[in-house]
T-cell receptor
Framework: EIVLTQSPGTLSLSPGERATLSCRAS???????LAWYQQKPGQAPRLLIY???SRATGVPDRFSGGGSGTDFTLTISRLEPEDFAVYYC?????????FGQGTKVEIK | QVHLVQSGAEVKRPGASVKVSCKAS????????MHWVRQAPGQGLEWMGR????????DSAQKFQGWVTMTRDTSSRTAYMELSRLRSDDTAVYFC???????????WGQGTLITVSS
């Protein structure tokens, strides 16, 4: 099973700033089957990025994903008030899916 | 428009079983895997398993093997997840989520809170 480790645990930033979130895998992620989700309190997660760098339908272009192999990033170019939330990475490989433990982006 | 509607919250005793339903609409039910994910209070997301509604084939996380049962009823376009031998640390919100065929889960149910308490 591939273990995903996200860093930092919490990111304290102001609206308008750039956020860079990291997700590191214990083994190489096949075909870049790496996704990112946003979750707000009391809500289901929302798919942001799939295939490491493809934005899901309706996701603003301030969200971008990158990386390959074992190191992936989610970048939010300029934080909007609605972007303060918890973000999870997730991978798929060998009929098994796993999530990272999450990064909370909070208002500084 | 794709919708996944889950059954309501339940309270169960330790040792009991629970069965959560997820009714799909707005797409070809048999064409997309359905996953189950849970989230304990204040914790992260945990993948439990998935079912291929077309064939009924399932895969589950090693932790849940022999403990979770996933089924589907294609006539009603509903997926089910049954968890047995419940313990207090199974208290969580359980989500169903559609696999977007690209490794990501593109639509989610609203979640079902299962509380295990004596």
């Amino acid at each position: 099973e591939i273990v995903l480790t996200q860093s930092p645990g919490t990111l304290s930033l102001s609206p308008g700033e750039r956020a860079t979130l990291s997700c590191r895998a214990s083994h190489s992620v096949s075909f870049s089957y790496l996704a990112w989700y946003q979750q707000k309190p009391g809500q289901a997660p929302r798919l942001l990025i799939y295939g490491a760098s493809s934005r899901a339908t309706g996701v603003p272009d301030r969200f971008s994903g990158g990386g390959s192999g074992t190191d992936f990033t989610l970048t939010i170019s300029r934080l909007e008030p609605e972007d303060f939330a918890v973000y999870y990475c997730q991978q798929y490989g060998s009929s098994s899916w796993t999530f990272g433990q999450g990064t909370k982006v909070e208002i500084k | 428009q794709v919708h996944l509607v889950q059954s309501g919250a339940e309270v169960k005793r330790p040792g009991a079983s629970v069965k959560v339903s997820c009714k799909a609409s707005g797409y070809t039910f048999s064409g997309y895997f359905m996953h189950w994910v849970r989230q304990a209070p204040g914790q992260g997301l945990e993948w439990m398993g998935r079912i291929d509604p077309g064939s009924g084939d399932t895969d589950s996380a090693q932790k849940f093997q022999g403990w979770v049962t996933m089924t589907r009823d294609t006539s009603s376009r509903t997926a089910y997840m049954e968890l047995s031998r419940l313990r207090s640390d199974d208290t969580a919100v359980y989500f169903c989520a559609r696999d977007g065929r690209h490794g990501g889960f593109d639509y989610w149910g609203q979640g079902t809170l299962i509380t295990v308490s004596s």
